[in-house]
């Protein structure tokens, strides 16, 4: 079809896939837009960004200002959950054209006689839209633009920039073009920065030996939310199968007495829609988040999408499971992983939607008893599309449920996860340790596409990853871990009992917990403060008050002459909250250095000076120069300063 425009729109920025995805934000965020926008010769032209909720009638313009070479950039920000449309407009403005003319004809020397007639149309453009002193100033202009006498005075209003503002005010949008409609979602702010605390509510009694329970678990709470966490994830709380239980250390064949492993969902006490009778009732359950609420806390629940062989749907819902010819179903893998104990959905059976439709009433009963966070159990293993449709459909009723992706995959499945609709997800930090992996791998989060759609959620340790580099290592090496996920990510969180405890005795040559909580109920006891206690408290406080650490795509490496220390800068929006933080990476010995400070970000310090003010041990320090010494040693290996 034939379109009468004068401009050509190009290079949306951001959009994901042409716009078959939408971007991330959360709310109070920025969603800065820009285009090529080519008018055809040299025109003046303006563009502008059309924006709006998706629940609001009409748009909202904001202006685009000219960057270099035809970009043109503009932003407006989000503040409600939700969808957001924004497109891009632009147009050769005629009347700012107009006067761009007649200045440079003036500058020329030449006489505009004829041009200011031509104006009066613009003139009367404007006049149809003002009032009061703009609207005399306008309809005196057009007086003098007709009368010859007055040609000094019409050529001063003419070139005026009041002139010029009521032109960008009142555009006339001729011929204008408009790009097609992009989409935004809005999250609540969990999203960009959370700080999650994983255990086994099983392992949570007060004596050794026992079962734990909600009610036992409440008293964990405080505790929890004193060290500064925000979510207690809980791994699946729901009846465990009895069939095929796996025993201790993950052997195929249970003792009398084991406990079998929590993501093997289902028995004879129920499936998905029930809790494990050990843990409690309901109403427990229901008193536990209450309490935990009133911590500060959120409490994340499990999605496992699979079942025990015992689970009730094997029996009553048979079309929901794939058989083998010979009548069996197969066990899950996730190669080279067994899960002996477990079987798959069917998720393409011919009666899939009656699945589909069950695992949505499954999530929105635990969504029904307030819980608005899941952690989702190996999500790469069921189709996208799926993934997609559900998490569209609780967000309609339910805007402020966050999704955490545990995939830990290949790179770009993780990435289609994300793009399909899930708010975190777990990335590949667990296994960066050294300086130049962990930059390259941040530099692809916070500054390609990723930055747009991926949330990273950095996890030192998990159940099923005791990493090689944690294996036997002491404090230090946990301060390490924790001060790096902690700063680098505005998401976080830690296997804590094993993780605060240091427990790290591996299964052989495997990146295994040995006697691993997945298979056996453990007891810890949770009267214990140690360091790494005190440490996780005052960096999660550190990071409640610092708005820089409440997100993760503002950050710049600096310059540091030693390959061992590791050092960013980084800032809030409104560069208010300035951090440079240093980690060594070396648990073992002291590590010096000089860092070089970004000063083309953090401008000139107050009398050349910079005060350096250590959050963690309150003590400042005035650096005078670009490249400053530091050194670190094992008893605390990072400095979070803050630039005053
Ligand atoms: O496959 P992933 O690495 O994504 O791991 C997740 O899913 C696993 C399957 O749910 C889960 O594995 C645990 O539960 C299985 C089922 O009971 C059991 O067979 C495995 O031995 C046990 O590790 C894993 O914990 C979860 O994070």
Redesign the pocket.
Known sequence: MLRQERVVINEIRPQLECGTFYIKRVVGEQVLVSADILPDGHDVMQAEVLYKHASARTWKEVRMRELINDRWEGGFEVTKQGFYDYKVRGWVDYALNWQHGIEAKLKDGQHVRSELLDGIQYLDFVKSKVSGADKTFVVNLISLFGAEASYDEAIGGATSEQLCDLFIRYPQRILANTSKTLRVYVDRRKANFSTWYEFFPRSGAREAGDHGSFKECERLLPRIAEMGFDTVYL?PIHPI?EVNR?GKN?TTEAQEGDS??????GSKYGGHREIHPELGSESDFKAFIRKAKTYGLEVAMDL?F?A?PDHPYISQHPEWFRKRPDGTIQY?E?PP??????VNFWFESSDYKALWKELLEVTLKWVGFGVAVFRV??P??KPYYFWNWLITEVKKAHPDVLFLA????RPRVMQQLAKQGFCQSYTYFTWREHKAELIEYMVELTQTEMREYYRPNFWPN???INPYHLQGAGEAMHLIRYALAATLSGNLGIYGPVFEYMVTEPVPNKEEYLN?E??EIRHWDWDIKNKLTHVISRVNAIRKEHPALQQTNNIRFCGMGNDQLLAFYKWDDTRSDQLLIIVSLDPGHTQQGHVQLPLDEIGPGANGRYEMYDLMTHTTYQWETEWNYVALNPDLPFHIFQIK
């Open positions: 791994p199968g796996k993950n079998g492993v929590p993501w093997a969902i496992a699979q025990a899950a996730n992983k067994k899960y002996q104990d477990i159990d190996n790469h293993t545990e995939a830990f995959s998990t159940p099923d691993s997945k298979y």
